[in-house]
């Protein structure tokens, strides 16, 4: 039930991002006059293989303009991993004497919430970020006293002000987040962040809030037969957000530290994510796309759920949301995630 194990689609969003990383690594490297070291930071890097994908991909970027350019020797690299202090750091210290074996460079680990700083000051020449912008720092304030009653995000049923309390979150986090960024990064130095996304204006039309909302018909379906209480659920809310690409636009320009080269949106579909399974990703021969879902699913949210619901009733409320999820398919087959991709400049 691993993250590491249960990652396919952060996986393939990482693959099909690989070129804005290579793009903005190059333009790093040259607009800083070729540095003898180069800082890099992967932000909500987890604890899996997924965790160096990113690294390799930058330090292989790094090889090739030092290559283009004739430059000898090649620059130290300084790669800082960051995630929150209750990730398994051990893990991927544990993996690191092997990869630079083929991957020369330093690696530390940087533990704490990237909605606050965590290097310093105009050290860092690139920036990467992947699968995490869309979790907040916090659930917002506003929806803390059970007034969004029987949803766990925002749903066709959510009272208005649910979105907008929403909205004001992940604008509070992500200018916090740029603000920290630009304060850590040198003058022309790059970054690259991919978040799930929305294409809608309406979010509750949206593939990931239909998914979340069947995971709430569940915990609905059990309280029901009293095996979860009512007030528990009404409690309850995901500390997350898919914005438009509209709305981050916005949150950029306004903060006003960096300029956009590029920005797209991609969807990747749950079924691609089977097909694209990596080695160290279990992929049970004989499991629906609605049950492997399930797992990713599982393995990012699982720690948030038993928190507020405790651990022994987890194996029934994934059965119940198995059997939903296939419902989904049968509808949505080529139901999975939009996500929204940016290319950044530190201009100021």
């Given at each position: ?12 969003t990482?693959a ?17 006059s070729?540095?003898k070291?180069?800082?890099i930071?992967?932000l ?46 051990n ?49 917002p ?11 766990i ?37 790059c ?44 409690s ?6 898919a ?11 306004r ?31 004989n ?8 797992k ?35 509808k ?7 996500n ?5 400049q530190?201009?100021?």
């Amino acid at each position: 039930m691993s993250y590491a194990k249960n990652s396919t689609i952060q996986s393939l969003t990482q693959a099909l991002t690989k070129s804005e990383r290579e793009r903005a690594v190059t333009e790093a490297f040259k607009n800083t006059s070729s540095p003898k070291v180069m800082t890099i930071a992967d932000l909500g890097c987890s604890s899996g293989p997924n965790a160096l994908v990113a690294v390799s991909d930058t330090i292989d970027a790094v090889e090739s303009v030092c290559k283009e350019l004739n430059q000898k020797p090649l620059p130290e690299i300084h790669i800082m991993l960051n995630d929150l202090p209750r990730n398994d750091f051990n893990e991927l210290i544990g993996s690191f004497e092997d990869f630079k074996k083929s991957h020369p460079c330093f690696i530390s680990v940087a533990p704490g919430s990237f909605y606050g700083r965590l290097f310093p000051t105009q050290t860092m020449h690139f920036v990467h970020s992947s699968s995490c912008l869309h979790w907040l720092s916090q659930v917002p304030l506003e929806l803390q006293n059970g007034l969004n009653k029987g949803n766990i995000s925002i749903s066709k049923t959510s009272p208005p002000f649910v979105l907008e309390a929403y909205t004001k979150q992940f604008e509070r986090d992500f200018s916090q987040f740029l603000k920290c960024r630009a304060e850590e990064m040198i003058h022309d130095g790059c970054m690259v962040f991919t978040l799930v996304a929305r294409k809608d204006e309406d979010p509750s039309v949206e593939s990931i809030y239909l998914q979340w909302e069947l995971l709430a018909q569940a915990l609905v379906d059990m309280a029901s037969q009293g095996i979860v209480e009512t007030e528990k659920i009404d409690s309850f809310n995901l500390p997350f957000y898919a914005p438009t690409s509209k709305e981050v636009k916005n949150a950029i320009k306004r903060e006003g530290s960096f300029a956009i080269k590029s920005i797209r949106m991609f969807d990747v579909g749950w079924g691609e994510a089977r097909d694209h399974a990596c080695e160290h990703c279990e992929v049970e021969e004989n499991a629906t796309t609605a049950q492997r879902t399930v797992k990713s699913m599982r393995a990012a949210s699982e720690s948030l759920l038993v928190s507020h619901f405790g651990a022994e009733i987890m194996d029934e409320l994934l059965e119940r949301y198995s059997a939903l999820m296939e419902g989904y398919f049968s509808k949505y087959p080529d139901g999975g995630l939009t996500n929204i991709c940016a290319f950044v400049q530190r201009i100021k």
